[in-house]
Each structure stands twice: as structure tokens, then as C-alpha cells.
């Protein structure tokens, strides 16, 4: 084979790219759109660059964009602490990508140029509102072949997120399943309708708390019961069924004060919240102290349920291609369906983020970059 290597087609002659960005934490008025954002490089021979055609908004970047993590996200991209305060502007917001390569480095061997890709993006690189991002390869995966890039754009940061809360941290498989009972706080968002249609898939039963106007939705979805928590203490009539075996908690707030209680006690079930104080123990308190906090506050927490026989545990967002490729798998099967509640042109950014600010959505909102094909 030749070992010759053409030089890149993306970047020779392009060094400023069209982007929305922010130069400062705040409300929706702080973005901008630009067409002087800088293109991006690969740094490292491990990295792609991605053309964008479909990005995906989800809660964290309305966070993002008032400032939610940015102490925790500052020191991850300068950990040595070597550049100024502000370095991160302007940034550029947006954590799901579908779209196709234009370039790979040199040590990137299983993606080739013009594959169509899709990938959930670390919060602390650059984001997917713009023409092209770069990503490390063992961060994206090949999109499903069954999927638009519109629709391939709404699962990546989802799937990751409930991804790592049910199998990395949860302990959950296809293989062990079978017959258990999870319960779903707040399943009508983007993590709970992914997490619906891969439990089901994988062959549990499921109960899912939600509004009355959402029941049937997650029940087209395949949620075995549903709960609806406008009519009343949502934790009265799930007090009456059979107990759990793990418990997904989206919500937050009150509910870790009751919803212990409805596992199988000293048989391994786990209690795994999405809403935890991280990043706003780091954002008040410092890095250094933050961490202590929030160490503590784990610690505590865990060991008091943990002498009444249940498991409490923290779950995060964790980029992994790998785990995208095995949903891949699964949404070629028919097995997971995007759920996509509303699209917006590359125009409407700030219209996408008022719809994601006012909540209640039913499924994820997605901001077509680029026409899929038009200009490769």
C-alpha cells in the first residue's frame, strides 16, 4: 500500500470559518454570529476534523452559555493554568454533531475521509455551531445508515449520557436486563427517551414518571408504566408498585429524599442521579475546594443509603465512540428511533435556544449547519 498521504483539502486555503459564539457568559443575546470564527487544526495525530451538517442542543449548553462548569471546564483545557482568564472566547457552544470527515490524522486509521459520522462532544472543546469541528477518533463513531444527519443529530449526547449512567455506573447490559424493573424520573427529555427505547430494547420493564400529556409519547416508546406527576406526590402511587431494581433520576431536587426507598433493598439496586452539585460546588467554590465538597457529599450520601442496602450513585456525561458504535448497531436495527421535537436552520440559533430554555420538550431540538452533500 502507499504510505504517500495527499495534503488536506479542508484547511489549505481556509482559516476562518461561519460560527454562532459567545464572548461572554450570559443570556440569549450573547451569541453571535460570525464568519471570521478560526477553522480548526489538528493538534494531535489521533484527531479528525468533521464537516458539520445537523448539531444538536441540549440543556448544558444553555448552562454553558451563563456560565454553568466554566471553572471545571477552564481547567480541563488549560490544566497548567497558562493562559489569562477568558481564553475559552470566543467559545463556541453545541454538544451533538453529525456530519462527515474532511480530514484525519495520521494515526487515525479506522475513519477515512468522506465517511458520514456522528459524535458527542466533551464540553470543554469547541462545539458543534459552526461549519467544521475537530474531535478526537475515539470520540466519534459511523453514523447509523437508517438515520438523516437531522435525525442522527439527536442522539449522540443523549445516548452517551444515559450510556454511562446505566452501564458504566449502573452496572446494566443487554445481557442481565431481563425482568428488572427501572424506574425513569423525568422521562419525557432527551436522556429519558433514549434510555426508554434501550431498556426495552434490552429487555427490561420500565416505569417512567412524567406529565399526563406526555404519557402517551414515552408509552409509544415502550414504557411499560407511567406515572404522571401533575396529579398529585408523584411518590404516593410509586410507592404502591413492586420495588426496583435501579432508578434513572433526571429531576433532582426533592426526589432523592423518597425515591431511595422504592428499590429492593440488600439486592444490589441502584440509585444513579443525572442532577448532581459538580460543577456548581467547582463554579462557587474553586476547583480545589469544589472537588473536596463534592467528594464529601458523595461520600456521605453513599454511605447512608448504603446501610440501608441500596446503592447511591453520581452519573456524567462520558464521550465514548465505542458506545456509539453499539447504539449505532441498535438504531440500524429499528431497536432506537431519534426522537427529534423541533428543527431549526443554521439561522435560528438563538430561536433553538429560547426553545430549549423554555423546557418540556419532547424529544431533542437540532440546527441544520449545512445541506448534507451539497458543497463536499
Aim: charged share 20%; with cysteine; net charge neutral.
Amino acid at each position: 500500500k502507499s504510505t504517500r498521504r495527499p495534503f488536506s483539502r479542508s484547511s489549505r486555503c481556509r482559516t476562518i470559518m461561519p460560527a454562532w459564539v459567545i464572548d461572554k457568559y450570559g443570556s440569549n443575546d450573547v451569541l453571535r454570529f460570525t464568519r471570521n470564527a478560526a477553522f480548526p487544526i489538528i493538534d494531535y495525530p489521533n484527531e479528525v476534523i468533521v464537516k458539520v451538517f445537523a448539531a444538536g442542543l441540549n440543556p448544558l449548553d444553555v448552562g454553558m452559555r451563563g456560565g454553568y462548569g466554566a471553572a471545571t471546564m477552564s481547567m480541563k483545557r488549560d490544566p497548567l493554568n497558562m493562559k489569562q482568564s477568558g481564553s475559552e472566547f470566543p467559545l463556541i457552544l453545541g454538544r451533538d454533531v453529525s456530519g462527515v470527515i474532511m480530514e484525519c490524522g495520521l494515526d487515525v486509521k479506522y475513519f477515512r475521509e468522506r465517511d458520514e459520522v456522528w459524535a458527542a462532544i466533551p464540553p470543554w472543546k469547541q462545539g458543534s455551531l459552526a461549519e467544521f469541528v475537530v474531535l478526537s477518533a475515539n470520540e466519534v463513531s459511523h453514523k447509523p445508515k437508517s438515520l438523516s444527519h437531522t435525525e442522527a443529530a439527536a442522539i449522540p449526547y443523549v445516548a452517551t449520557t444515559a450510556w454511562s449512567a446505566l452501564v458504566n455506573t449502573g452496572g446494566l447490559s443487554k445481557d442481565n436486563c431481563a425482568n428488572k424493573r427501572i424506574l425513569i424520573l423525568g422521562g419525557s427529555g432527551g436522556v429519558g427517551t433514549f434510555a426508554i427505547q434501550m431498556l426495552k430494547a434490552w429487555g427490561a420493564h420500565v416505569t417512567v414518571t412524567c406529565s399526563q400529556n406526555a404519557e402517551r409519547f414515552v408509552r409509544e416508546l415502550g414504557a411499560d408504566h407511567v406515572v404522571d406527576y401533575t396529579a398529585g406526590p408523584v411518590e404516593e402511587p410509586l410507592s404502591e408498585l413492586d420495588k426496583f431494581d435501579l432508578i434513572l433520576d433526571n429531576v433532582g431536587g426533592d426526589t432523592e429524599r423518597w425515591a431511595l426507598s422504592l428499590l429492593k433493598p440488600w439486592s444490589g439496586s441502584k440509585y444513579v442521579t443525572l442532577v448532581t452539585p459538580f460543577l456548581q460546588n467547582t463554579d462557587s467554590l474553586g476547583v480545589a475546594d469544589g472537588m473536596m465538597q463534592t467528594a464529601a457529599t458523595v461520600a456521605t450520601k453513599a454511605l447512608k443509603h448504603l446501610v440501608k442496602g441500596v446503592h447511591y450513585r453520581w452519573g456524567f456525561f462520558a464521550p465514548s465512540g465505542p458506545a456509539l458504535d453499539e447504539i449505532r448497531d441498535m438504531v440500524d436495527a429499528g431497536q432506537i428511533r431519534a426522537v427529534v421535537d423541533e428543527t431549526f436552520s443554521f439561522s435560528q440559533v438563538p430561536q433553538a435556544f429560547d426553545k430549549v430554555e423554555k423546557g418540556h420538550a419532547r424529544g431533542k431540538t437540532v440546527v441544520e449547519i449545512s445541506k448534507g452533500g451539497e458543497d463536499l
